[in-house]
Structure formats: C-alpha cells, structure tokens
C-alpha cells in the first residue's frame, strides 16, 4: 500500500529493501536523498521467521549509522505498531519520534504510524513529504 501511494504521488524511482543488514548495505553503496524506514525488520533476507532474527529498534539503529558516517539523507520512519519494545525497552511512538528529532535532527523528519484499516497514514505522510 505504500509503494502503490507513493507511486500515485508521482514518486516512482523506489528501492524497496527488506532487512537491516540490506538496509545498511544500500546506504554504504549508493547514495539516496531519502529513505523511507520502518523501525522494525528482520536482521536478514531470509523466509526463515525467529524471533531472535528481527530487530525491534532497527530504525534507531540505522538513523545511528547514518548520523555516525555523515549521510546527506532525508528518514521517515513507518512503523505499524503504536508501542514497540517491552518491559524496560517500550516505548511509545511519542517517546519515539521526540528521541528521534533530539538525536537525528539533521535527518529525521518525522514518523507515521500505519494502520491499513484507515487512510490516516496516507495524509500524514504526504504532509512529511512536502516538508522535504
């Protein structure tokens, strides 16, 4: 649903990347003006699903790797769920976006939660896009 709103917004030179390691990968090798980052993705690109193969605060970890080699790149996080992480790691997607405008503001622009069953989402992070 993503790609497909992007692409009626006229944006159609999209790389679509499914882990973190492929993620860090494509940022050393090429450069991009934004990346659109869902705060939680598997380690790798593989079919095979455990849980110790996914990586919760992936987003965090990735605006870290951008800030720590000086990349010139625009991030919308995306995520799906409206609190990640348990117990002492969760965090709230307001806890989530002020940590990220402290700690990435030369990059980060903001975040959008995505909920399939509303087009919230769609105005949200079309308003994010004209800021860029």
Do not use: C
């Not at 934004?34 to 919760?56: K, Q, R």
């Not at 987003?59 to 870290?64: A, C, R, T």
């Not at 919308?76 to 992480?85: E, N, Y």
């Not at 002020?98 to 975040?111: R, V």
């Amino acid at each position: 649903q993503v790609m497909n709103f992007l692409k009626s917004l006229n944006y159609y030179n999209i790389k679509l990347v499914k882990s973190y390691i492929s993620t860090l990968k494509e940022l050393h090798d090429n450069k991009y003006d934004l990346l659109l980052l869902d705060m939680s993705l598997p380690l790798h690109n593989s079919t095979a699903f455990y849980e110790e193969d996914f990586e919760t605060y992936a987003g965090l970890d990735i605006l870290d790797e951008i800030d720590r080699i000086g990349l010139d790149i625009k991030v919308i996080v995306i995520t799906a769920f409206d609190v990640l992480g348990e117990g002492n790691e969760k965090k709230t997607l307001d806890q989530l976006n002020e940590e990220m405008s402290k700690n990435f503001s030369e990059n980060y622009i903001g975040i959008v939660y995505y909920d399939s069953s509303t087009l919230e989402w769609n105005s949200k992070l079309e308003k994010l896009l004209d800021t860029i």
